[in-house]
């Protein structure tokens, strides 16, 4: 039986969890792991599928709807034999045969989940039930990718996993932050009323490859700005905080919460601090020093400071991130200008 990483929580488990296809248990057939990954044509899912299908017990089923995602990130994969894409809503339930879930649909950038929020929401809760849903049905173990804006404006700094935040819930953010929670409280309902075997990443700021170059997310803004020689818009004042994990830790970090003994939740972050205004500096020292950083104007409840305590995740998981910033955007950077048609790469 999984344990409970956050305290805080009483958590009476009655049931067991449902048990799987007697293929499963059959001495004659080794099926494979057939994992579902919800959101997998976006950034972290589409690195979350390149990992997974590395190996060779895996089949992966990727469900998208394409919002923020696309084909492209996966194009590598389609056609494989262990891979299938759906094109498909998770506010409508689905009927598939899989042993995981990793549960990532959701638009993740400001600019994207405020765009339709009802939506948001829906897919946060509605989506979030109905692949629960799923994962009762078929035994399935399920992981969510919740946020660290569950903190929303954090007054405890940095954050652990057992702080219960500063969120406003009528905000332009809530249909994002409250949503989030609201999954997180599904998620622990269906383990405590179901059996069902749950995973909860909180993750902080993650960057790399395959951002939508104009998704309106900080570092994939300012390294868009910077190749195209524009001024780097930082959102007033510029002395707000965020953390940045590389995709590959992060990937790494999601894997070990689903194949470990811990329901979390637990922060998956790099705790390396900055300011916005050291982000733009830093871009503009490593990407393009000739571009002007510009004082914009921001948006409402935009979180002062965040930075993640991730002694849970080095204790019970043995993970830390890798990459640091300077090594990263590099990274991004290159990918960029393939994108922008701007590569050095023949
Ligand atoms: N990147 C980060 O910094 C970050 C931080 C905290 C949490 N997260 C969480 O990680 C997950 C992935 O984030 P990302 O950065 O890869 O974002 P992303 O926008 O690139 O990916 C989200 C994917 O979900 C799909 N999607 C959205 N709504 C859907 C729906 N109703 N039905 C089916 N598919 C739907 C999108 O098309 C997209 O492919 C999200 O749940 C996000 O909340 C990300
Ligand atoms: O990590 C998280 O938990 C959350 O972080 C981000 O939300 P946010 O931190 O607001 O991300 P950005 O839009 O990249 O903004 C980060 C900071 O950069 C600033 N910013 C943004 C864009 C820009 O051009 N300039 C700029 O200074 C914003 O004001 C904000 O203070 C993600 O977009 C969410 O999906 C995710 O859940």
């Given amino acids: 039986m999984a344990t409970e990483a956050a305290n ?3 958590h009476v488990v009655t049931k067991k969890p449902p048990t799987p296809s007697p293929l499963r248990n059959s001495k004659f057939f080794q099926s494979n792991m057939r994992i579902l990954v919800t959101g997998g044509a976006g950034f972290i899912g589409s690195h979350l599928v390149d990992k997974l299908m590395e190996n060779e017990k895996n089949e992966v089923i990727v469900a998208d ?12 994969w389609i056609g494989h034999p262990r891979f299938e894409l759906i094109r498909h809503d998770i506010t409508e339930p689905l009927l598939v045969e899989v042993d995981q879930i990793y549960h990532l649909a959701c638009p993740a950038s400001p600019i994207f989940y405020k765009h339709n929020p009802v939506k948001t929401i829906k897919t946060n809760v509605m989506g979030t039930m109905n692949m629960l849903g799923l994962a009762k049905r078929v035994g399935a173990r399920i992981l969510l990718t919740s946020t660290s804006e569950v903190y929303g404006d954090p007054l405890e700094h940095p954050q652990t996993e057992e702080y219960w935040g500063n969120v406003n819930p009528i905000g332009v953010r809530s249909c994002y932050d409250e949503g989030k929670r609201v999954a997180e409280t599904l998620m622990f309902d269906y383990h405590r009323q179901h059996g069902i075997e749950i995973r909860i990443a909180r993750i902080f700021n993650t960057y790399g490859p395959r951002m939508n170059i104009d998704d309106g997310r900080v570092v994939s803004n300012f390294i868009a700005q910077a190749l195209r020689g524009e001024p780097l818009t930082v959102q007033a004042p510029g002395t707000q905080t965020r953390s940045f994990c590389y995709v590959s830790d992060m990937v790494d970090g999601l894997i070990r919460l689903m194949e470990g ?3 979390g939740p637990i922060n998956l972050g790099n705790p390396g601090e900055f ?3 050291e982000l733009a500096e830093v871009v503009k020292e490593l990407i393009e020093p000739s571009v002007s950083i510009k004082i914009v ?11 993640p305590n991730i002694t849970k995740a080095k204790q019970l998981l043995g993970w830390e991130p890798k990459i640091t910033l300077r090594q990263g955007l590099p990274l991004m950077e290159e990918d960029f200008k393939q994108r922008l ?3 050095k790469k023949a």
Avoid: A, H, I, Y
């Fill in 8 to 10: 805080g929580n009483n």
């Fill in 65 to 76: 709807n394409f919002f923020t995602g696309s084909k492209d990130n996966l194009r590598k």
């Fill in 275 to 277: 300011t916005m205004m």
């Fill in 341 to 343: 048609g701007m590569s």
């Fill in 297 to 307: 104007e921001n948006t409402p409840d935009d979180p002062r400071q965040r930075k």
């Fill in 261 to 263: 003994e811990n329901t």
